[in-house]
């Protein structure tokens, strides 16, 4: 079985400033990884995804993430962020190489960018 | 081209009612997965439906069922509503293999 944690509930950060968020997962098999964004009221926008290949992933957005197995982290990074960043962000991993495209979510980190 | 389109995107019940779900995928994507959202819970995988055939199920009650139609478009039922199955669900659909999931705007569900 996968599962995903995202230790940081909610991150404030200012306007212009670099932001982390922190993804961890756990999972007997090797996985596919994803970052999800939600706007109130939304469904969920894909920001990126680790298929295989390149650790350093580049996104929409201006968002990148590096996968690192000997952690199993995919965190998220941007240098800069905007107001119009705010929003919730999941992190997703599904199976390497299963039939299916379940998606196991963590809880979600809240980005609340302030001026 | 168009995206996962879900109906209707809000919906009030009485508790013990019953309620249809649907969702349209985008063209010629072949998979259709179903979410619920809560504060509580977070995003918790439903079911998967790919060419009609359910090929994954999530940990809910039998009270959760879907299908899947020929032209894949997906309906999502769930009979007997309690107080707790108020949430958000949201419809992803993919070409089938394990790629990115296009989510719809998801159906608010209220239960009262």
Known sequence: AQSVTQLDS??????????ELRCNYSSSVSVYLFWYVQYPNQGLQLLLKYLSGSTLVKGINGFEAEFNKSQTSFHLRK???HISDTAEYF?????YGGATNKLIFGTGTLLAVQP | KAGVTQTP???IKTRGQQVTLSCSPIS????????QQTPGQGLQ???E???????NKGNFP????????????????VSTLELGDSALYLCASSLGTPDEAFFGQGTRLTVV
């Open chain 2, 45 to 47: 995988f439903l079911f």
């Open chain 2, 49 to 55: 439906y790919f060419s009609e055939t359910q090929r």
């Open chain 2, 28 to 35: 010629g994507h072949r998979s259709v997965s179903w979410y």
């Open chain 1, 91 to 95: 992190c997703a991993v599904s199976r």
């Open chain 1, 10 to 19: 909610q991150v404030p950060v200012f306007e212009e400033a670099p932001v």
């Open chain 1, 79 to 81: 240098p800069s962020v």
């Open chain 2, 9 to 11: 995107r809000y919906l």
């Open chain 2, 62 to 77: 039998g009270r959760f069922s879907g299908r899947q139609f020929s032209n894949s478009r997906s309906e999502m039922n």
